[in-house]
């Protein structure tokens, strides 16, 4: 289990280096709350969709713009390295749908779009991968007591209040904060960013037990 968050862990800050979106949740410092995360896989693909309220355009220069919420996919091919799709998916009786993105320096195909409000539990979607249409059901990753956001920064803050407190003292920042799924074990990623520098936790899912930190 331990080494399971030190790679996780490591592989984390180096994405962070390069709810349901409500303005009364308890900090405006917030420019990222991924609240859900939602996963589907047969022998072809696996895919993935993170329901996040955030920033629009995103920076890391400890301030915090205009926030919205998005449902983020990602498809990894098992079979073939690139292949064009889509998605038609809906959320409060509103349609959506988008088309799929390939970077370079990933390995999946991801898209976002901007949406009213998140899914619950699982919800449906439509994808079309080179003209043929897969019907999946999108199956969120939270455990029996997996905790809330809210519940998550709160943990940090009152276990690591002298690191954090000393970290953002006289200066401006930004918290970002992620559920993440492995091994079946919930996680979440909780990053505090100023202008020049950030400090990072791992948390169980469950305990809110500190599990790593990083700083930059």
Do not use: W
């Amino acid at each position: 289990m331990k080494k399971i968050c030190i790679i996780l862990f490591s592989a984390l800050i180096l994405s962070f280096v390069s709810c349901s979106g409500k303005d009364d949740f308890s900090t405006q410092n917030v420019s990222q709350l991924r609240e859900n995360v939602f996963v589907y896989e047969n022998d072809d693909f696996f895919a993935e969709a993170f329901a996040e309220y955030r920033e629009k355009e995103k920076a890391d220069d400890g301030f915090v713009g205009e926030r919205k919420n998005f449902m983020i996919f990602r498809l990894r091919f098992k079979k073939k390295s690139f292949q064009s799709a889509s998605i038609k998916f809906e959320t409060d009786g509103i349609k959506y749908e988008n088309d799929f993105g390939f970077s370079p320096s990933s390995s999946y195909v991801s898209c976002e779009t901007e949406v009213s409000s998140f899914p619950k539990s699982s919800f449906f979607a439509a994808l079309d991968i080179d003209g043929k249409e897969h019907t999946v059901e999108f199956v969120s990753v939270k455990n029996e007591g997996t905790l809330g956001c809210e519940k998550a920064i709160k943990e940090c803050e009152t276990k690591e209040k002298d690191r954090i407190s000393e970290f953002i003292k006289d200066k401006s920042y930004e918290i970002r904060v992620r559920l993440i799924e492995n091994g079946g074990f919930n996680f979440y990623f909780v990053g505090y960013i100023t202008e020049n520098s950030s400090v990072s936790f791992l948390l169980d899912g469950i305990t809110g037990e500190v599990l790593a930190v990083k700083e930059n």
